[in-house]
């Protein structure tokens, strides 16, 4: 059985005040337990002080991105264990954003995956296809490229300790959401993908999905067998519209 997932990923969002108000309101929303486990991802510019507000709370704390060296003349750069020393716990890599906007490509994201783990965080590996590749009926070549290019670097035993979210780029802001099959089938994809090379890695591994999740989708699509929990955006900065998410998860 696979305890569900549900990550805020918080982008370029975010203020001091604004944060403390949100850590605040989800603390408290969360004060008798959830069947989920939950997890904030910050800028890195609050990571810190966020993470001492933690302190004790079930609420784990990841980066957006980490790099994929551990320290050196590297100007602009954050490294895994540098996140591990402020308190996080995971860190996403492969965002679509820093595919797209950042130029970001599978050999550079399967090194930051391996720097992740070093530095012994759980990576979120994101993957996910444009509209005009799942268009063309390519979705699944898309994943595999992604998704193969870590797998052969990183290792499938590397994947016991890694959560994989699916973010088709057409679904990520724009309000149109994945269907629940259209989910599924991807993720059914992934997981098979891993167990052809390990099924019990495979079976035990949470895959997220990503792409407005709002309250009003959340349990659907959190109700199809392999979508493990989901991977948040906008609606985890709101504390009760991401709170009704946790729920729909549990
Ligand atoms: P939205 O939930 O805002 O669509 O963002 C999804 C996402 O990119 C999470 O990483």
Known sequence: ????????NWKMYGSRERNAALIRDLILGLENGAAAEVLVCPP???????GRNLGGQKIRLGAQNASAEDEGAFTGEVSAPMLR?????????????????FREDDRLIARKFVAVQRAGLTPVLCVGE???EREAGRTASVIDGQLGAVLDVAGVAAFHDAVVAYEPVWAIGTGRTASPDQAQETHAHIRGMIASRDAKIADSIRLLYGGSVKAANATELFAMPDVD???VGGASLEAGEFLRIIEAAA
Not at 44 to 50: A, D, Q, S, V, Y
Request: aromatic share 6%; with cysteine.
């Open 229 to 231: 929990g989901g991977l």
């Open 130 to 132: 444009s509209l005009e």
């Open 85 to 101: 020393d402020v308190g996080c716990s995971h860190a996403i890599v492969g965002h679509s954003e820093r595919r797209i906007l």
């Open 1 to 8: 059985m696979r305890t569900p997932l549900v990550a805020g």
């Open 44 to 50: 890195f510019i609050f990571l810190h002080e966020i």
